[in-house]
């Protein structure tokens, strides 16, 4: 079992930049395989992006890539999400989640979720 809290959201303006932090605690934080999604109003939850074990593998959906970078700190169990150049359809609520298996980006293969901090971006 592991607890996740996001932390990190807030209103921004277009062009401008967040940084998401999700705290990890329970079971040993390097045994996760990390990701970040995100839900915006009337849609469905879509993945934004991952991290291995030890962070030398990241994955991105196209929409944030070269613009989001996700990171961890094994040491302080947290995973990042700093999030630049930010764009009105980037608002959403951002939830981090884990799992034990490697690679997916699929909701339904995390097994752990925490209670989503919200993004807003003005235009």
């Known amino acids: 079992q592991v607890q996740l809290v996001e932390s990190g959201g807030g209103l921004v303006q277009t062009g401008g930049s967040l940084r998401l932090s999700c705290a990890a605690s329970?079971?040993?934080?390097?045994?996760?395989?990390m990701g970040w999604f995100r839900q915006a109003p009337g849609k469905k939850r879509e993945f934004v992006a991952s991290?291995?074990?030890?962070?030398?593998?990241?994955s991105y959906a196209d929409s944030v890539k070269g613009r989001f970078t996700i990171s961890r700190d094994n040491a302080k169990n947290t995973v990042y999400l700093q999030m630049n150049s930010l764009k009105p359809e980037d608002t959403a609520v951002y939830y981090c989640?884990?799992?034990?298996?490697?690679?997916?980006?699929?909701?339904?293969?995390?097994?752990?979720w925490g209670q989503g901090t919200q993004v807003t971006v003005s235009s």
């Open positions: 991290i291995s074990y030890a962070g030398r593998s990241t």
């Open positions: 329970g079971r040993a934080f390097s045994y996760y395989y």
């Open positions: 989640a884990a799992d034990t298996t490697y690679g997916s980006r699929s909701e339904t293969d995390f097994d752990f």
